[in-house]
C-alpha cells in the first residue's frame, strides 16, 4: 500500500500558518511575547548597524516613532524591530515584512511597552523631565 502526503504538513514539511500574502492582524501582532526576541532584534541591529539591518528585513526608516536598546541606549527603528523580533520567537514563520503589518502608535508601540522597552516619538527628548521637543 502507497500512502500520498495530501498536504506539506502530511509531508513533514513545516509551513506557516500564514500566506506570505495574507496580512497579519494586531490580533496575531499580539503573539509576540518574547522580550528576548525583541533584544535579540536589538542586538542584531546594534551588530549590523541600521542601513544593513533596514535592508536585510526589507524595512524603511522609522517616520514616528523608535525603540530604545536598554543596553545601549541607542535608538531602533521600531517596526524593523517588531518584524525582526518576531522572526526570532517564530523561525518556523520567520520575520515579518513591512507590509505584514501596520506600524505605530495602535500596534508596534503598544506591543514594545508591554514588553518593557521604551518608545521614542521621533522628534521628542524623553528625558527624566518629560518629553520636550
Given at each position: 500500500m502507497t500512502v500520498i502526503a495530501t498536504s506539506a504538513e502530511d509531508a513533514g514539511v513545516r509551513v506557516s500558518r500564514r500566506a506570505a500574502d495574507e496580512p497579519l492582524m494586531a490580533a496575531d501582532l499580539a503573539r509576540l511575547q518574547s522580550p528576548a526576541a525583541v533584544q535579540a532584534a536589538l542586538d542584531e541591529f546594534s551588530r549590523l548597524g541600521r542601513t544593513a539591518f533596514l535592508s536585510r528585513y526589507g524595512f524603511g526608516k522609522s517616520r514616528d516613532f523608535l525603540v530604545r536598546d536598554g543596553k545601549t541606549g541607542q535608538l531602533c527603528d521600531s517596526k524593523a524591530i517588531v518584524g525582526a523580533a518576531f522572526g526570532h520567537q517564530f523561525?518556523?514563520?520567520?520575520?515579518?515584512?513591512?507590509?505584514?503589518?501596520?506600524?505605530?502608535?495602535?500596534?508596534?508601540?503598544?506591543?514594545?511597552?508591554?514588553?518593557?522597552?521604551?518608545?521614542?516619538?521621533?522628534?521628542?527628548?524623553?528625558?527624566?523631565?518629560?518629553?520636550?521637543?
Amino acid at each position: 500500500m502507497t500512502v500520498i502526503a495530501t498536504s506539506a504538513e502530511d509531508a513533514g514539511v513545516r509551513v506557516s500558518r500564514r500566506a506570505a500574502d495574507e496580512p497579519l492582524m494586531a490580533a496575531d501582532l499580539a503573539r509576540l511575547q518574547s522580550p528576548a526576541a525583541v533584544q535579540a532584534a536589538l542586538d542584531e541591529f546594534s551588530r549590523l548597524g541600521r542601513t544593513a539591518f533596514l535592508s536585510r528585513y526589507g524595512f524603511g526608516k522609522s517616520r514616528d516613532f523608535l525603540v530604545r536598546d536598554g543596553k545601549t541606549g541607542q535608538l531602533c527603528d521600531s517596526k524593523a524591530i517588531v518584524g525582526a523580533a518576531f522572526g526570532h520567537q517564530f523561525p518556523d514563520e520567520g520575520p515579518l515584512k513591512t507590509a505584514d503589518f501596520s506600524g505605530g502608535e495602535a500596534t508596534v508601540v503598544p506591543r514594545l511597552q508591554r514588553l518593557g522597552f521604551e518608545v521614542v516619538r521621533i522628534g521628542e527628548d524623553w528625558t527624566s523631565d518629560g518629553p520636550t521637543r
